[in-house]
């Protein structure tokens, strides 16, 4: 399957998964998808994923996060960056998602980090995508 964007494919599994109110879903393994997939659990999220290896490649399962009335803890993801036309932040230009309720998600010179840590760490970069 050819795939020319396979970070807006993983935001877009994510997004019908929790729409399906399904518990996990499973996405094609890449580096950069599980430093996403990380951020994700690190800012609380999802509940937690792991890599497991099928027959042939490798897959990342999430699991993902609702509240006690099963109501999705993640409520909006949008891809920024585009492989047709990619958006670079500065560092003092690094956008607020959500008046700061949400992340943005940013590929740097110190690799995958959220807005927050592109901000104390003094680095801009690509903006892939924001979180909320």
């Given at each position: 399957?050819?795939?020319?964007?396979?970070?807006?494919?993983?935001?877009?599994?994510?997004?019908?998964?929790?729409?399906?109110?399904?518990?996990?879903?499973v996405?094609?393994?890449?580096?950069?998808?599980?430093?996403?997939?990380?951020?994700?659990?690190?800012?609380g999220?999802?509940?937690?994923?792991?890599?497991?290896?099928?027959?042939?490649?490798?897959?990342?399962?999430?699991?993902?996060?609702?509240?006690?009335?099963?109501?999705?803890?993640?409520?909006?993801?949008?891809?920024v960056?585009?492989?047709?036309?990619?958006?670079?932040?500065?560092?003092?230009?690094?956008?607020?998602?959500?008046?700061?309720?949400?992340?943005?998600?940013?590929?740097?010179?110190?690799?995958?980090?959220?807005?927050?840590?592109?901000?104390?760490?003094?680095?801009?970069?690509?903006?892939?995508?924001?979180?909320?």
């Amino acid at each position: 399957m050819n795939m020319s964007d396979p970070i807006a494919d993983l935001l877009t599994r994510i997004r019908n998964a929790i729409m399906a109110h399904h518990n996990q879903v499973v996405v094609p393994h890449s580096k950069l998808k599980l430093a996403i997939v990380s951020i994700l659990k690190e800012e609380g999220f999802i509940e937690r994923y792991e890599v497991v290896k099928d027959a042939s490649r490798q897959m990342i399962r999430i699991w993902l996060k609702y509240d006690d009335q099963r109501r999705p803890i993640l409520t909006g993801l949008r891809r920024v960056s585009k492989p047709g036309c990619r958006i670079y932040s500065k560092q003092d230009n690094i956008p607020w998602v959500h008046s700061g309720l949400g992340v943005a998600i940013l590929s740097t010179s110190k690799g995958v980090v959220t807005d927050s840590q592109a901000r104390h760490l003094g680095v801009g970069g690509e903006v892939l995508c924001y979180v909320w």
